[in-house]
């Protein structure tokens, strides 16, 4: 039988996209590549990167609503009462607290059950916290079926979420085909910094994120080594990062960062390239993406033991206790001065990345559609 599928993508449109944008941008295109039978309606939010457009049997449905939540509890439920869809996929761990069809819920987390790690200053950050302790315990009781990102993030949510335990089910996210080796004569993107052969680090504020830890360690690393990398911090503010630097009093390795801001997804590639190592040594998560691009791109990456992330860097990978800067700064150390290992460590990322695929993601993810439906 052709489905009436109906995917939220909310934020797929908003121009400085992050994790769970690209997830579901890259499922949705993904799905098209392999999908040429069922009607896909696109639900997303009126934004400036039209980074998706209707074709064949692919239709956006741009709605107009003025935050999120008055989008996701009023607006996108009036939108799926004139398509009727025979199933809902909700891709960002929330949904509307009615749908009276057939749910499908990613859930990508449940670190807003959990307790905070350290105190967060971002009001955004803070409300969305809020908001998904309240819906998503009533969400999950009605979805369908339940999708999440790892295994070990799947136990989290059983634990969590007891009654979700006979609905859960774990689906890997994929790399794109651009996360890939770049030959020299292809690279054009020098706007963020100058050289190569940087240590490459994604900042946030999220506490999670282990920011402070990993600039103290690439502080102790810049002491003990004759001639330091620079650091490439992306996304990251200045005033952020001298808060970070003050707090930590090493503010004698200012002259050796460079702060880019946010880093469109079309240059990440050349800058994974281009970098000597990433540094990723992140607390709590439920996939990391970022490991696996970086991977792909043939650079070593540098991750940590917790959470799910040997699951998905693998046994091979320079896993470090991510709350010992000693262990952070002597990993990066190492991969100054130990070739051989280096080396391995970019033939083991390029193999471990090729076991990750979005069409595999894709394929799965409709095997569950199709179960919905039988059912």
Request: proline content about 5%; charged content about 20%; overall charge neutral.
């Amino acid at each position: 039988m052709k489905m009436k599928i109906a995917i939220e993508a909310q934020r797929i449109y908003r121009p400085n996209k992050h994790g769970m944008d690209f997830v579901a941008l890259e499922l949705i295109r993904a799905l098209q590549s392999i999908d040429a039978v069922n009607e896909y309606y696109i639900l997303v939010a009126e934004g400036e990167d039209k980074c998706f457009v209707s074709k064949n049997n692919f239709q956006v449905v741009e709605i107009s609503c003025s935050n999120y939540l008055l989008w996701e509890q009023i607006a996108l439920p009036l939108a799926l009462r004139k398509i009727a869809p025979d199933i809902v996929h909700c891709t960002s761990n929330t949904a509307p607290l009615y749908c009276p069809y057939p749910l499908v819920l990613t859930l990508h987390d449940i670190i807003f059950l959990e307790q905070k790690i350290g105190a967060n200053k971002s009001l955004y950050q803070n409300l969305g916290r809020i908001y998904r302790r309240f819906v998503v315990p009533k969400v999950v009781r009605k979805a369908g079926k339940i999708i999440t990102v790892s295994d070990f993030e799947q136990g989290q949510i059983r634990k969590g979420l007891p009654m979700s335990s006979d609905r859960i089910v774990t689906v890997y996210n994929g790399v794109g085909h651009q996360f890939r080796l770049i030959a020299d004569d292809e690279k054009i993107c020098r706007k963020y910094i100058s050289q190569k052969g940087y240590i490459f680090l994604l900042g946030n504020t999220d506490p999670k994120k282990n920011i402070y830890r990993a600039l103290s360690a690439y502080a102790m690393y810049a002491r003990r080594t004759a001639n330091p990398r620079p650091l490439l911090v992306a996304d990251l503010s200045s005033e952020c990062l001298n808060d970070m630097l003050n707090k930590g009093n090493v503010n004698d390795i200012s002259p050796l960062i460079h702060i880019t801001g946010y880093i469109a997804n079309s240059d990440l590639p050349i800058i994974y390239n281009d970098a000597h190592v990433f540094l990723y040594p992140s607390l709590r998560e439920s996939f990391g993406l970022p490991v696996l691009e970086a991977m792909a791109c043939g650079t070593p990456v540098v991750t940590s033991t917790t959470s799910a992330l040997p699951e998905i860097a693998g046994v091979g990978a320079a896993l470090v206790n991510p709350e010992s800067t000693e262990d952070i700064a002597n990993m990066l150390i190492r991969l100054d001065t130990d070739k051989e290992y280096y080396n391995s460590l970019t033939e083991y990322g390029i193999d471990r990345a090729k076991l990750f695929s979005w069409e595999r993601t894709a394929s799965q993810i409709k095997q569950h559609y199709d179960e919905i439906l039988k059912r």
